[in-house]
């Protein structure tokens, strides 16, 4: 009967919000499930609906100056700074859980870096601008270069494939030429199906280009035909066209956007000045309206025809809102905008009757934003009674709150890792969250030398700022709120949202620490102190009040944490030990089991309380006397959050013997530490840079970890998985073994050499097969001696070959059990071809190299012991020739007789 496993606490990767965009393009196919975007120096590829990441492409060690993916999805185009062009064929799998991509052609299109590309809409064709200006046209499938545009040596800022509209050829102006006369070289080519391809162009002094792919010439578009004035007087950021309107659309760093019909004088436009700089525009509604973006961070939408704005009048949004490009896709009325911050804000294009019911106050807000990188993480916690969302401070003065739904992933809702709302309100960065027992209330401090209190109250929309705290003269960089559950019964456990905790506790850089009274909602809010305290010498890293409310804990750079009384501000105790400032400092929860310390004895009565500094360690500290109970050491650089683990009950775990918590630090790791032994329980490596926070799901256990690295990653509990895995393993191996004895007792050579191999028994093994190889009756024409082990050994996988011939090389360099691995491996010879052997299919990390020193050690050892063995026969000449000398010296005898007293006598014959 297999023993019950010691419990072993482990931790695996569970979920992972990371970066998808870091600024440049991005792109969406027809059916808006596959976004493309940038991430440094990667290629993304993201399911829009989920959030998944279908894909990462690594880059060619230079920044990606332009990508784009065909409207099939197809195919991926990657341009980088390196002036190499990748071009990736998309393969989804049919779950849509990911997607396989395929290199399929690498080019140097142009001497510059390519910095736009476009593409058909039947995924064919590839237009490339590049810096010096010039513009190709490429065949996707067949590689080769189609059209050439050479123009002068200026940017290319804007391209846009667009077809003719078939109705445009029938208009009142006569464009057929007049007899002896060339063809009006204003004519835009709409006569003819062939030639209704073309290509708009914009570059970076303003100019506007349309190119005919039939008869390959470029018409210029002006501003005023006669003065050959050019369409814009800065960058063309964007171009798109209307077949229903017969009409393109320009938009310009000049600050306007223009509306060209083509008319007897070719194309006439009408700019509309805007105020703003223009990055995107296109039309809207079959081209009766049109819409703009730009540095205002406003999407607007306006009339074609009498080109006033259709959306509501707003003041510019924050600079970070600043729209640098947008994705339309007709087929979804879905645009997607790409920010200043690394946020892509999705839009639904309105319907007609939404427009009208709306008077003329119309305000179009995007319905969903996804956070291309949260950029440095400095703090999170969990939110709500059911810990569904999380609040991030990342750097920004805004408060992120992101849906951590495991169940989440509908399509059109919500999603784990979707961004619900931004908390606005700080002027400076946000340093340090707290959240109170139901999750509803959000402490957060900042550089902005105040300390907030928030209200959040998803099922309402509802996420305002409740109350504001001032006096702090430098940064806040920390803050609590006490957790204390009110009763069950009560009206504050029932409706929490209508009542806040009682105190704020804030510590900050000017080494005060202040404890502020937050009122009730039907007080009016007044701002006063209650107590403020001189705390420390230097700064205030970090804050923490006791599951009870009656105490909380400062730490300090100043290398203490102090123990203080909430009620009056009184220090209680000061803990002394650290080489280096103190950078977290957490109290153990209610009902800690007594933690054994270094010097033995349990300790009880008031808890403890663990600490994380800057000298690479974390220390434990007995709150009845103030002495450290056991220093924790591992961390190679600064231990920056510890949190303490969720400890069973009495009913999860009778024994309640494991107490643990985590720690995270500079040196990118999570520790899991066991308090009563003081060693490392695991390490949790997922992350890139240091770690600025941690926290810990109440019921699961999950440990979120975040930092520098703009990642967050969701660690799962698998302690109880692990063990259960590892007492079926024990069970499994004792029945194996079991199974092993009995066909090893009934003479089932064919099972049990197969089980050995699994089981991995080179001793048994041996032991098989000697028997086989030395059985007195062996099976005639058997190369074993056995043909059951023959066949066994004729059929094996290569993973089991692999195996054997590791155990053949080990018995080989054996004088003892040489013979038997010689005989062996005779019989896999023989039962294989040679290619077999040097095509293994080796799994690990070497590979074939560990199979080729495998195959040159048996093929050493065998060569010396037929060298051994030809020395051997050698010198049996002379052990024969030497008695055969001695058969010549001795005298021959005759006969012997025996006497009658039994004496024998030699007798000479």
Known sequence: MATRQAAKTTFEVGNVIQPIYTGGSVALENGARILASTLGENAVLTELTTGKNLAEIEGDGEPISTLTITPSGSHLIVCSRSLTMRIYALTVSPEFDSIETTLVRTSKPHATPVVVLAVDRTSTLLATGAADGAIKIWDIVGGYVTHTVSGPSVLISALHFFEIAATAADTTIDRRPKKGSRKNDQDDGTNGVDSKFRLAWGTQDGKVRIFDLHKRTATPVYSDAKRKREAHESNVQSIDYSPEQHALLTGSRDKTMTMWLWGENGWQGTPMLRHELVESVGFLNEGKWMYSAGESGLLRIWDSTTHQEITAKQDPKAEGEAILSTVYLPEKSLIVCAQADYTLALYQVPKAEDISASAGEFFWEPFRRISGTHDEIYDLVYLLRDQSMMALATNSEDIRIVSVKTDSGEEGGSYFGHDVALLKGHEDLVMSLDVDWSGHWVASGAKDNTARIWRVDPAKNSFECYATFTGHLESVGAVSLPKVAPPEDSEAFKNPLDHPPAFLISGSQDRFVQKRLIPRPSQPFKETTSLRRLAHEKDINALDINPSGKLFASASQDKTVKIWDTERLEVQGI?????????????????????????????????????????????????????????????????????????????????????????????????????????????????????????????????????????????????????????????????????????IHIGAYRDAIVLALQLNHPGRLLKLFTNVVTSPTPEAGSFTGLRAVDQVLASLSDEQLFLLLLRLRDWNTNARTAPVAQRILSALVRSYPADKFSGLSVKGARGQKSLKEVLNALKVYTERHYKRMEELVDESYLVEYTLREMDALAPSLKAVKEDGEGDVDMIEV
């Not at 703009?710 to 799962?716: A, D, E």
Request: glycine share 8%; charged share 25%; with cysteine.
């Open 575 to 743: 803990l002394k030990g650290h080489k280096r400032g103190v950078w977290a400092v957490k109290f153990a929860p209610l009902h800690t089991p007594a933690i054994q310390g270094e010097t033995g004895g349990a300790v009880s009565g008031k808890g403890v309380i663990v600490t994380g500094s800057g000298d690479k360690t974390i220390k434990l500290w007995n709150l009845s006397d103030y002495t450290c109970l056991r220093t924790f050491e591992g961390h190679s650089h600064n231990v920056l959050k510890v949190v303490w683990l969720h400890i069973p009950t009495v009913e999860e775990d009778p024994s309640r013997k494991n107490v643990h918590f985590a720690s995270a630090g500079a040196d990118s790791l999570v520790k899991i530490w066991d308090t009563n032994t003081g060693e490392t329980e695991c390490t949790l490596d997922n992350h890139e840079d240091r770690l600025w926070t941690l926290a810990v799901h109440p019921k699961s256990n999950t440990i979120v970890s975040a930092g520098s690295d703009s990642k967050i990653t969701f660690w799962k509990d698998t302690t109880s998985e692990t063990q259960t895995a590892a007492t079926e393993a024990a069970t499994r191996l004792v029945e194996q073994e079991q199974e092993l004895e009995n066909y």
